[in-house]
């Protein structure tokens, strides 16, 4: 009987294995993030993704990118010197780092761009999100996001920062509140423009009359070194928030048209930048009003206590990310302690852009009220 019974057993894994394979969707297209005339990597219309990389004297190759706790998705060799491999299931809506494991070394995908993460650049590929109207490139009027490079005593070097100003900025006089959007660990300045579309997410929201218009600061976080060979553990926020406060503010107010006053300023981050907003906002109250945090922490009324009162706070994660769980909590603490907060738990994403960029979405038409 046991024989028979593990018979049936492995017939069925066997069938199941048949069956999801044959499941998987050959509609596959080049992803948008491809290096011209490039064909892969693709993506399907259930979010798998395949890759292809010409590289006939390698041995062996892995893609970082797959299911948890798989190691990423191993290709195949053929005769003809390509490597070959589809990711074991769906990935998660939205972009996606990766790099290839060639022969025990670090290399870039060459069928597709390179994005700063992970204190290097990274391949990207993006997975068609069912909600990716929000960020597409439509026909509205369009802001723009320009390189400032502002001089930096405390840190002995220019600094540069990328500043979004809305549609129209250039053809009025009009002085607009600011907020500064921090990225997270391993990126820089240009992640938020460039993998989280955060010029599109405005232009599209301004356009349908979702948000009130305000310009956006993005700059380099990681002004600690040593968290570059260390990692994340060792990064401290003071020389930052000196960088910061003393210096990027001051830059802004004087050449850009803001509203230089409390009222006029929000601070938020992703990950890392949400540590360094917690700290910064708490240490400095009277600096900003509006405080956001995108998976990275939670503010509570014991952290407020006895500070300037926030006009609003903000704390979103994905539901896939543990902290998610505890954030119900931490609105209903600062609710009843007489703080204005709202919260946001994306759906199906873990600590990813597409968390991020939604959290924008919901979190942009609260601030400046």
């Known amino acids: 009987m046991k024989v028979k019974f593990l018979a049936v057993v492995l017939m069925a894994i066997l069938i199941s294995g048949i069956s999801n394979a044959q499941a998987i969707k050959e509609d596959f297209k080049p992803s948008t993030y491809n290096q011209p005339l490039s064909q892969y990597p693709q993506v399907n219309s259930q979010g798998y993704a395949r890759f292809r990389i010409f590289a006939p004297k390698a041995d062996s190759m892995r893609v970082t990118l797959g299911l948890g706790g798989q190691g990423g998705t191993v290709l195949k060799k053929g005769a003809d010197g390509y490597f070959t491999g589809t990711t074991a299931g769906p990935m998660d809506e939205g972009f996606h780092y990766y790099h290839l494991i060639t022969d025990g070394g670090v290399f870039n995908d060459p069928g597709t761009l390179n994005f700063y993460g992970s204190v290097r650049w990274e391949s990207g590929i993006e997975i068609p999100a069912h909600d990716q109207d929000f960020y597409a490139l439509k026909n509205v009027p369009h802001g723009k996001v320009q390189q400032v490079l502002f001089p930096s005593p405390s840190t002995g070097e220019p600094r540069r920062a990328f500043v979004y100003t809305p549609p129209g900025y250039d053809k009025s006089a009009v002085k607009y509140p600011v907020l500064y959007l921090q990225h997270g660990w391993g990126e820089d300045e240009t992640a938020w423009s460039n993998q989280g579309h955060a010029n599109l997410i405005m232009d599209n929201m301004i356009a349908a009359k979702k948000v009130k218009p305000f310009i956006i600061v993005m700059t380099y976080g990681m002004t600690n070194r040593s968290v570059r060979v260390n990692g994340v553990r060792q ?92 954030i119900p909590k931490a609105e209903t603490d600062l609710k009843a302690a007489g703080y204005n907060v709202a919260t946001y738990i994306s759906n199906a994403t873990a600590h990813e852009f597409q968390t991020w960029r939604r959290s924008l979405l919901v979190m942009a038409p609260l601030l400046f009220k």
């Open 235 to 326: 990064f401290a926020v003071d020389t930052f928030k000196t960088v910061l406060l003393k210096e990027l503010v001051p830059y802004v107010d004087a050449n850009f048209r803001t509203i230089a006053t409390r009222n006029g300023r929000a601070m938020a981050g992703l990950s890392m930048g949400g540590r360094e907003t917690k700290e910064i906002t708490l240490a400095n109250p009277e600096v900003f009003a509006y405080w956001g945090l995108l998976s990275g922490g939670e503010y509570a009324p014991a952290d407020l206590k006895g500070k300037m009162k926030p006009k609003f706070l903000f704390i979103s994660a994905g539901s896939k990310e543990d902290r998610s769980k505890t």
